[in-house]
């Protein structure tokens, strides 16, 4: 009524990057696959067991774009339950019991049910996607499954090599981009500042500050707890690092946020898409960061919600980190 702006100015960026050679390697090595079991299961003339492996196989792509930890635990998973499932099958097959058919295990998704799943509590969808990533497969035979497996153990050693490496580029972007948004003193002790961050001037990237508060967002809770990890050892202290994800109970969530929102010292909250609807952070933060970017543009849109709302006194600025010549920089 006053002419006053309900909503501050949002910008957002880009951040590209190239993938090192290992983690090229590796990208290349998963998409083959990936490619390769898509094809297997439109061949099984089954509407139902194709959706549910290709849903499987998207799942896997996109825990490859999200980080080395990610990719090989989500491999490592997926071999093991093949592998415990091989195993039954040879037992059955040497009671005779077996045809030469292999019956589908686990949830079996439309399309009507994928859709459904995108609008599913984040938990649920990622019991979900555990389920089907580990146990849908295409294979026919006992041969196949063997076959699957063997490409299974080969990626994984891929992955594991990488993991070992260090070799983390999307990690080293994240970590440069502090330099962006903190004072040098600011990841060590988190001091609060008398005058605002920034002034009224002209949109620009934020100044250097020592009062941040920054929001990073990834897909995936391996990706998650690696982050947590890393960044407890890159500060030398735990205190500044929450996390919200699909397990965390609401009572507990509820804590997270008035930690966040109150500790001084508390400047980073990793979380999920658990925490991209009904957790409102546009009080004490304005930074966004999407570790990973999802595949659904609206989970964006509601990811930056949690920090652009009416209220909000500050310029809100996200980052969006995406690895160039791979489908997610597509």
């Known amino acids: 009524f006053d002419a006053t702006p309900l909503f501050p100015e949002r910008i957002a960026y880009t951040v590209p990057y190239k993938l090192s050679p290992a983690e090229a390697q590796l990208y290349k090595a998963v998409t083959d ?14 509407d139902k067991r194709a959706g549910t492996v290709g849903f499987a196989l998207t799942i896997l792509q996109r825990r490859l774009a999200s980080s080395p930890e ?76 063997k076959a699957e497996i063997g490409t299974l153990t080969k990626l994984e050693e891929l992955a ?22 903190f004072t040098p003193a600011a ?22 500050s020592a009062r941040q508060k920054l929001v990073v967002f990834t897909e995936h809770r391996d990706t998650l707890d690696d982050l947590v990890m890393r960044l407890t050892q890159h500060l030398g202290r735990d205190d500044a690092v ?3 994800h699909g397990g965390t109970k609401r009572e507990d969530r509820k804590k997270a946020k008035e930690k966040f929102e109150q500790n001084e010292r508390c400047v980073f909250l ?8 009904g957790v409102n952070l546009h009080k004490n933060a304005h930074l966004l960061i999407n570790y990973d970017l999802p595949w659904n543009p609206n989970r964006i849109e509601q990811r930056f919600g949690r920090v652009h709302r009416i209220g909000q006194p500050n310029t809100c600025f996200m980052w ?11």
């Open 33 to 46: 696959y990936v490619r390769e079991e898509f094809n297997r299961a439109e061949a099984l003339q089954n």
């Open 70 to 145: 990610a990719i090989y635990q989500s491999l490592r998973r997926r071999r093991e339950r093949l592998e415990s499932r091989l195993r039954e099958l040879e037992l059955l097959q040497r009671g005779a019991q077996l045809t030469t058919a292999i019956a589908p295990v686990g949830p079996v998704l439309d399309e009507e049910d994928v859709q459904d799943l995108e609008d599913a509590p984040d938990n649920e969808v990622e019991d979900a996607e555990e389920q089907i990533l580990d146990q849908a497969t295409a294979a026919r035979t006992i041969a196949e499954l």
């Open 160 to 181: 594991l090599a990488v993991r070992k490496s260090g070799a983390d580029t999307k990690w080293r972007e994240l970590a440069s981009l502090f330099g962006e948004i």
């Open 187 to 208: 990841l060590a002790e988190h001091i609060a500042e008398t005058t605002p961050p920034y002034g009224k001037g002209g949109i620009a990237k934020p100044s250097a």
């Open 242 to 244: 929450i996390t919200i």
């Open 270 to 277: 990793i979380a999920t898409d658990a925490a991209g609807e």
């Open 320 to 330: 969006s980190l995406v690895a160039e010549d791979t489908r997610e920089g597509d």
